[in-house]
């Protein structure tokens, strides 16, 4: 819109400027015509003039002829020829001013100046060959009569007085010199004011134009040296106002798309560089838990080394010095050899047990951390482990008694084999500090507070734990005083191998004691919902 406008608006100055050029040719050609009438005027002016001063001269030469005063011949024919040609060029300059001024106004100008030089004609050529025949005056010859005749020659033409014909004629052409440069002068004048308008009225348009142009551009060329400004200092949420058909709202809109496309290349990559940066905390978050994981496998590595010797060294060295002692001195009894013997198999299955244990324990923290969990029912590691359980009380005189479980199926998320072992450790452990002819609960719960949970509970009527000792049960090696006294073959590991097994599968082990009421452990695991929705 803008461009068509300005288009307008400089070809509407062209034209006009075109226009005033043309006026100006047309007044210049006005004004040379002026002044090539006024140059031909003038030129049939001097020729009259001209004509009459040879036309003197040509008397004089008759009357020297005639007074035998030495009048040249040749003088003569060189006035006459001169005359002839001063008419010859007169008649051209006539003919000249009546194709430059073919006006009526002018015509009997023309007319009176053609009837002249046709006179003038015939008196040169009558006046040429009476000149031929003057011969000098005979002495006694009256002179004032010859004078006469000879004026009479050189004024009188076809009746018509010379003299007063060359003196009209040149007033005639004077008064023409005077009219065509008046003409040219106004001409001249009035083109200079023709000029003058047109300079005027075309520095009036510019500067019109260039106010207009100034009003219409200063604001979208401030809104583009804003949204430019803004570009530049990286606003791409900034946005020119577009509202218009003009070519300025056309690279608004251009400006505009380009900033949401540079808006949206940022944004994609500001993502790609959150993305990058979640991804590299998330790869450090893993090394430092792998670090860790080292450390930690490490540091158990150091504890296991250090449960091992710990825990060999009571029955070595008890069968050590079993050994030594029936072998040290003389010969003994039968039955003291078969007592030391028994003493050593007590003290070789401590040591197996023991061995066991650590065992177990330097598996679950190899494994810990590998563990095959998959989704599984809870009820068939229970029965499993509540079978080995039920035997191994018979064995100690101890009744294991479970509870239904609840309505429904327990999925889990587990490794079945870890888990069996994880019921089974808390199970031998109730049955172990249970004193013979006492019973061992199982419970089965479901909780959905804090979140969906089951929870197995095991419930023993055998010693007790002090409370000063219930934050450390699961410290390894770590045995309480009553534990202590009740079983003195223990390792101290049971507990710290749950607890571990416990923390992979996401769960915990939680322990109350009363004294005369004993003991219970509750098992904690993480129920998955969508799927026991799914299989509802």
Sequence with gaps: MLRKRLTVALALLALAAVLEGLMALWALNVAAQHLERGRVVGDIQHGFVELSVTKQR?????SQRQLNAGADPAERDRLLQSMRQTLSHLQDLSTRALSLDPAPAT????????DALAVLTRSVDALAREIEQVQPLDPGSDSRITWDALNERFDVSDGRDLREMLAQSS????????????????????????????????ALSALLLAAYLTRALRQPLERLSEGALALQQGNLAHRIPDQGKDEFSAVARSVNAMAAELAEHRA????????????????TAELEGALQTLRDLDARRRQLFADISHELRTPTTAIRGEAEITLRGQAKPPAEYQAALSR????????????????????????????????????QPLEEAIAQAQALGRERQVSVQASPPPAGALTLLADPQRLRQLLTLLLDNAIRYSEPGGTVNVQVLRTDEPHPRCGF??????????????????ERSFRGEQARRHRADGSGLGLAIGASLARAHGGEIRLVSHPERGTTATLWLPIITHLETETA
């Design 58 to 62: 040509l008397r004089t030469w008759v």
């Design 107 to 114: 015509r009997t100008e023309h007319l009176q100046r053609q």
């Design 171 to 202: 007033a005639r052409e004077a008064a023409a010199v005077q009219r065509e440069r008046s003409a040219a002068d106004r001409t001249l004048a009035w083109m200079r004011a023709l000029w003058m308008a047109a300079a005027t009225s075309l």
């Design 268 to 283: 994609a990559e500001q993502q790609t560089r959150t993305r990058l940066e979640e991804q590299v905390q998330t790869r």
């Design 344 to 379: 050593i198999v007590e003290a070789s299955s401590q040591l197996g047990l023991v061995i066991d244990d650590l065992l177990t324990m330097a598996r679950s923290d190899i494994d810990a951390l590998a563990l095959q969990r998959r989704d599984i029912d809870f009820a």
């Design 457 to 474: 509970e095991v419930h023993n009527t055998g010693i007790s734990i002090a409370d000063h000792e219930l934050p450390r049960v699961f």
